[in-house]
């Protein structure tokens, strides 16, 4: 019984780690993702240029001071599976892709950057903000959102 019990520990860990492994590469991939379609950084679209996903507020906030736009927030975590969800499905999606090229987009993990959090009074995840360049909340909305509704957030800040 005992061999059981540490047979199964085993393979609780392996299956961990290997979502870890998939959770951490996700990030690359949706970057890689708006790189095709086009920087957040507003490029041409031509793919040439790597898309920037800020995991930090500072860095989101100066660079849309630098292009005097908006900031466009996912407060998410890696145990939440409708952040998991958010990602792979909505930030797929090739018109949400579009539409955000019109920001500078962070992808703010709330246990890796409390204070973050904390500013923004963040209390469910995910939680997704429009932000002016200068922090002020422009938009908020909590919980998953579908393609469509994302699109429709995003567009009530322009």
């Keep these: 019984m005992k061999g059981i019990a540490v047979l ?5 860990l392996a299956l961990l780690g290997i979502l870890g492994y ?5 990030e690359e991939i949706v970057a890689e993702d708006v790189a095709r379609s086009g920087s957040s950084r507003g490029d041409t679209g031509t793919g040439d240029a790597k ?3 800020h995991h930090s507020l500072s860095p989101a906030l100066k660079e849309a001071g630098e ?3 908006l900031v466009l927030i996912d ?10 969800e958010f990602t792979s ?6 018109r949400v892709k579009e539409k955000m090229k019109e920001f500078v987009f962070a992808k703010i993990d709330v246990d890796a950057h409390g204070e973050d959090a904390a ?19 422009l938009q908020r909305k909590e919980g998953l959102l579908t393609p469509e509704q994302y699109i429709q957030f995003m567009d009530q800040a322009n």
């Design 67 to 69: 292009r005097n736009g």
């Design 75 to 84: 407060f998410n975590a890696t145990w939440c599976p409708p952040c998991k």
């Design 8 to 12: 199964l520990s085993i393979v609780a």
């Design 51 to 53: 898309a920037t996903v």
């Design 22 to 26: 998939a959770l951490m590469n996700q």
């Design 119 to 137: 500013r923004y009074q963040v209390r469910a995840i995910p939680t997704h903000m429009i932000l002016s360049a200068d922090g002020k909340v």
């Design 89 to 94: 499905v909505t930030l797929k999606d090739k």
